[in-house]
């Protein structure tokens, strides 16, 4: 499916359309991409377990415009709405409050001015999600592949790009299987590295004795010591990775399960190169 311009006129339609079947509750998705991949949110189950994910999604208030409405579901995940870059259409759904009503959810493509910043926030699950690897959602799947179609302002992605640490971190680390494992993981998911709260407080840079060689080095327990207080905000996924090489690194001890549960396709293959290198020992030669 091809998405559908976004005009007044056209979220006017919707909504007296809706109302001229009956249909009078209203929520919508506001679906982000980014790099061939979507924005999803943790909605946490009963008791806090069987968490779902979807796109931001939130209701429609009595006198409230649908773009007014998708501007307020983006700002409650800390984004801001840039532009609304196609329609993508509407399902039904029942109301989850245990009424007879029927909802009406209306799918947008959308772009935000920053879509890094929801990795600012440690109360927010959320995941870039592959569209192969996409969970069951509460929308038809053609919804969230044409919202890759709609035109989208460039965006940075530190992950394409190795930070200026990387080369120091490198240095530092040869020679040192472990830690060579750790450095790796650390550069290729790039998040922290680009994070100036995190540089500023926790890398430290010096110079080789040896050859005049940039180095650099983490405070490792100073690093989780500020996760584990609440001092340090992130995602969940960068609390797992940031984890993951602290004790890859330094040793510092790690719940595996607790880490590896929830990590998408992409880091969970970063972490597998990591382990990868900690075993590729290069046997000797036999001898002629």
């Not at 979507?38 to 806090?48: M, R, S």
């Not at 007879?100 to 999600?129: K, L, M, N, Y």
């Not at 394409?160 to 494992?181: H, V």
Request: with cysteine.
């Amino acid at each position: 499916m091809t998405p559908v311009a976004v005009t007044d006129t056209l979220l006017h339609t919707l909504v007296a359309g809706s109302h001229a079947e009956g249909v009078t509750a209203m929520d919508v998705t506001a679906t982000v991409a980014c790099d061939g991949r979507i924005l999803l949110i943790a909605e946490p189950g009963a008791d806090f377990i069987d968490d779902t994910w979807q796109p931001p999604t939130g209701p429609v208030l009595p006198g409230e415009t649908l773009d007014d409405a998708l501007a307020k579901t983006l700002a409650t995940v800390g984004l801001d709405l840039d532009q609304i870059a196609g329609y993508l259409g509407h399902h039904d759904r029942d109301d989850t409050h245990g009424t007879d009503e029927i909802v009406r959810v209306f799918c947008f493509a959308c772009t935000v001015t920053q879509p890094d910043s929801i990795c600012r926030s440690g109360r927010i699950r959320h995941w870039w999600a592959d569209l192969e690897d996409l969970p069951d959602l509460p929308a038809p799947p053609e919804f969230y592949w044409a919202s890759t179609a709609a035109p989208t302002m460039p965006v940075s992605h530190p992950e394409r790009d190795e930070p200026p640490l990387a080369e120091p971190l490198r240095t530092s680390a040869r020679g040192l299987r472990a830690t060579e494992a750790g450095t790796e993981l650390l550069i290729a998911h790039a998040s922290w590295l680009h994070r100036s709260d995190f540089r500023d407080r926790f890398v430290h840079l010096a110079t080789s004795l040896t050859d005049d060689t940039d180095i650099a080095s983490i405070d490792w327990p100073a690093a989780i010591t500020a996760l584990d207080t609440g001092d340090l905000a992130c995602s969940s996924g960068e609390d797992r990775m940031l984890r993951l090489v602290a004790s890859l690194i330094d040793g510092i001890p790690i719940n595996l399960g607790d880490a590896l549960i929830g990590l998408d396709s992409r880091n969970l293959n970063r972490v597998g190169q990591a382990v990868h290198h900690l075993n590729d020992h290069r046997q000797p030669a036999p001898h002629a």
